[in-house]
């Protein structure tokens, strides 16, 4: 546990907040009152998220490196957390390649399956200790993805079903205890890397999801909805949250503009 925490703040875990939803919920958490424990892969970028929030008055944030596909890593995360954790949002993830099943890299939907599902059961697995002693919220940040499957979607929604599942399963497992389980499913939201990763840096294919598209979610649309549902009153529950922009009615209907 860092000793620059202030002892009065809630404590909230947010993984992969080195960048879109994750770090954009990361400030919006500081910013009203929580001691963020930053958590993502990437040194660097997650420094500079840190910093930015540490300069604002009254903000607190660390960083703690840890891959959630890694057990070692997960274990040490634990370690610096400590005994509290108020607010756990498993956001690490994200979708790889978008190819039919016939010729997709089935390496990549592995990957997937090690930060989505894994990565979020291994984190929670470990925090559940510190979250029991908080009476604490784990908000898990699926996708519109596990409501039905699309062409080259079968990789990403398989893993965002699974891991849909596994937030009813733990929901009844721990029913009857002080710790709440929300989902958010976000829809069509426009972030500088989601696109950019699935399509391994193709930037026309990336910008090609969002074409035409009047208004996408923001990810600090998705870090409001996030915030608001660690911030009801103790007993409610809200179980799933869909978050789509006005534009898509659902995932094979969205309206663009030509």
């Known amino acids: 546990m860092s000793d620059a925490r202030s002892a009065h703040l809630p404590v909230a875990v947010v993984t992969g907040a080195s960048s879109g939803i994750g ?3 990361a400030r919006m958490l500081a910013a009203g009152g929580h001691h963020v424990v930053c958590v993502a892969r990437r040194g660097d970028r997650l ?38 954790c108020d607010l ?43 979250l029991r002693a908080s009476e604490g919220t784990v908000v898990f940040v699926t996708s519109t993805a596990a409501e039905a499957p699309y062409e080259g979607g079968g990789g990403y929604c398989g893993v965002k079903a699974a891991e849909r599942s596994m937030v009813g399963a733990l929901r009844l497992e721990l029913n009857g205890e002080p710790i709440r389980v929300c989902e958010v499913a976000p829809g069509m939201v426009h972030t500088e890397e989601f696109s ?28 409001d909805c996030i915030t608001w549902l660690a911030s ?13 922009p ?11 503009v030509t």
């Open 88 to 130: 756990l949002v498993n956001n690490a993830g994200g979708a790889l390649g978008q190819d039919p099943l016939s010729d997709t890299d089935l390496e990549l939907w592995e990957a997937m399956y090690a930060s989505n599902v894994l990565g979020a059961a291994r984190v929670t697995q470990a925090l559940l200790p510190a």
């Open 232 to 244: 009801r009153p103790a007993h409610v529950n809200v179980d799933r949250l869909v978050v789509r």
């Open 196 to 223: 950019l990763t699935r399509f391994d840096g193709d930037r026309a294919k990336a910008d090609a999801v969002y074409a035409g598209v009047p208004d996408p979610l923001s990810a600090e649309d998705v870090a």
């Open 23 to 25: 770090a954009a919920t």
């Open 47 to 84: 420094a500079e998220v840190v910093d930015q929030i540490n300069q604002v008055d009254g903000a607190e944030a660390e960083a703690v490196v840890c891959d959630v596909s890694r057990a070692d890593q997960v274990a040490a995360l634990a370690d610096a957390v400590g005994e509290r």
């Open 246 to 256: 006005r534009a898509q009615a659902a995932n094979h209907k969205v309206h663009r």
